[in-house]
């Protein structure tokens, strides 16, 4: 029996397509590692993308997972179409039409409004949505028949305009630079309230999550090639491509024993703040800084020498 590649630390950014759900998406990455002779590898997803909804999904592996809460709390960049003068009770194309409208607004009605909707504000999430109400899940709910009542919440939209030469009849395709928390379908939504008709969203593509970019991205047809024999490391991000925005701290051999022994480095001359601590390039720990004094918040166990 063959030896196993040992077990891989870094980012594959899938460019998920419609139809597949995040954790689906996950057991993908698990099977070619698999297949493609790697040990047991820790996977993780940094941020759900709804089975209608395509584009950048990060999924960590080895060490990187201890990265994949920081990404759910990064800000995400989206493209969405809204046909207007339709609502469905899913806010989206899977559920059936529940209300009607022959209102069709024009870009410059639309473009008036956009204003409300940038910056922090409130909105109620969909119904079905993965919240939960009194330990169930709203679209449990939902689908059951039962009235789900979600509270609303605050949410930040960065940045919100329409996406040039997508004009149709009825609908128009925006680009949201969103924080954690928003959701697409009730932006649609109350959008298309705000110009006096209803609407729905027919297209939903994550462009940005995070650091991460659509250039980034690979196919499903790409990750499989993994399973075949083709190289990993043509494929994986390393685990500090999901820190590009937070500083590095370069430590000596006797600095980085230090942090891996969990102890706290003292007398920085740096301003206080996250940095990822690096022993050449290798990622040692994320380290927060207070007065010059280092303490880890979150340590790595990547070997010295990358392989």
Known sequence: MSEKKPAPHGWIIL?????????????????????????????????????LAEGVL????????????????????YDFTVKFGEQTDTLDTEGVVVEHSDMRPTRAQIEAVLPQFTGPIEQVPPAYSALKVEGKRAY???????????????????ALSMV??????DQITFRAHVSKGTYIRSLARDIALAVGTCGHVTYLRRTKAGPFLQSQAISLDK????????????????????????????????????????????????PSGLYCAMLENVPVALVEITDGSAKVVRGFNLPDVAE
């Open 140 to 158: 449990d709910l939902a689908r059951a028949g039962q009235a789900v009542d979600l509270q609303v919440r605050g949410v930040t939209i960065h």
């Open 164 to 169: 040039p030469g997508t004009a149709g009849d």
């Open 58 to 77: 990060p999924i960590a592996l080895g060490e990187a997972t201890k990265l994949a809460g920081r990404m759910l709390n990064a800000s995400k960049i």
């Open 223 to 270: 990750l499989n090639e993994i399973a075949s024999g083709a190289p990993l490391k043509d494929l994986l991000l390393p685990l500090e491509a999901g820190l590009d925005d937070i500083p590095a701290l370069s430590l000596t051999q006797t600095d980085a024993q230090a942090v891996r022994s969990g102890r706290v480095l003292s007398e920085l001359p740096l």
């Open 15 to 51: 460019d998920k397509p419609r139809g597949l759900g995040s954790t689906q998406a996950v057991g993908a990455v698990k099977r070619v590692l698999r297949e493609g002779g790697y040990a047991k590898t820790k996977v993780g997803h940094g941020g759900t993308l709804d089975p």
